[in-house]
């Protein structure tokens, strides 16, 4: 089987969001929101999806939004690209659906709490560990909570979620592992059909499940996110190119590191490690955990000869042939 990327948003509304994804969505909140605890009973999508009328998808994003025990709205978005803006679109999108509640002249104790969930392909909060993150509103210097916790913004970073398919153990586990690496599974792993939601929610995600009309709007999408993300490589690349031009001038041999200065520290090997990683996702999406640890223990020189090379990967395999070359370089 071939599964659809969960973490492409057209896909994940149609996984999550569809009106017989009811029992799909119960799951995953449960699992994210409340630790596996079964606190979600039932729910009503607010915003299902349907396949016809989703249209014009380039620069449009798709979240589902739905109603939930406690009579609580949650929207649920994943972002694969980290664009310029993104952190205040979610807090106003959470802002916006927690005010518009109410008509003019209602009571504002009618306002009914908003959970806004992002899942990013991308890490947000680099010094935190945490894969989950939440945030409300406290006090500044003693964290004093507000007396009402009405709009609570929570962030699932998927890179840092590391886990092999022997290590889950919990619901949460799980369905993390659904959304990074469903796309790389050929069939449904025995541990993941225990539960009976993920393994329809593989059913959803099943390439011949789709329409010719939903195929077309899913390459679509991956196309233009895939246009985005080489935008952002275009620009590095110029930058590498610029940086050798001014170290030929200047007579340096420091071309390649004033190309990769965004956001490191000159000589710093951690950053140029961060970086590299950070383009290789961007470039070829979920990195498996053998992989990470081959380019983690790489010298200097290797991350950034990887560093002009990965600006050349097309897939996956790509960086799997690069790494047995500096293997077997070791070796002999």
């Known amino acids: 089987m071939i599964f659809i990327n969960p973490k492409t948003d057209f896909a994940f509304k149609k996984i999550f969001g569809s009106q017989q994804s009811k029992d799909i969505l119960i799951s995953f909140l449960n699992g994210i929101l409340y630790e596996s605890l079964p606190t979600i009973e039932d729910l009503e999508i607010l915003n299902p999806y349907l396949a016809p009328k989703i249209r014009g998808l380039k ?3 798709l979240d589902v939004k739905a109603k939930i025990t406690g009579n609580k709205t949650v929207i649920v978005e994943m972002q694969v690209l980290n664009l310029e803006g993104f952190e205040k679109r979610i807090l106003y999108n959470a802002a916006k659906s927690y005010s518009t509640q109410l008509e003019s002249g209602e009571d504002y104790t009618l306002l009914n709490p908003v959970i806004a969930l992002t899942i990013t392909d991308f890490e947000m909060f680099t010094g935190l560990d945490k894969i989950i993150s939440r945030f409300l509103l406290k006090e500044k ?3 004093i909570d507000y007396p009402i916790y009405d709009i609570e913004l929570v962030f699932v970073e998927l890179p840092k979620f590391n ?3 022997s ?5 949460t586990d799980k369905w993390l592992y659904f959304l990074k690496f469903a796309k790389q599974l050929d069939s449904v792993p025995e541990a993941m059909r225990e539960v009976p939601e993920i393994q329809k929610a593989f059913e959803v995600a099943n390439r011949a499940s789709l329409s010719r009309e939903e195929l077309e709007n899913l390459e679509a999408r991956e196309i233009y996110i895939q246009d985005q993300k080489n935008v952002v490589i275009r620009a590095i690349r110029q930058g590498l190119e610029k940086g050798r031009e001014q170290g030929r001038k200047e007579g340096r041999a420091q071309g390649l590191q004033q190309g990769l200065q965004q956001g490191l520290q000159q000589g710093s090997r951690q950053g140029k490690l961060e970086l590299v990683m950070r383009l290789l996702t961007l ?3 979920t990195i498996s955990p053998e992989q990470v640890e081959q380019i983690t223990q790489l010298f200097l020189w290797q991350l950034e000869e990887l560093g002009e090379a990965l ?4 897939e996956i395999s790509d960086l799997v042939s690069w790494l047995e070359r500096q293997s077997e370089d070791d070796f002999n």
Do not use: S, V
């Open 167 to 171: 290590e889950l153990e919990t619901l």
């Open 311 to 314: 600006l050349n990967f097309q």
């Open 59 to 61: 620069d449009t994003y």
């Open 141 to 143: 210097d003693y964290l």
């Open 163 to 165: 886990k092999q398919m």
């Open 283 to 285: 470039r070829l999406g």
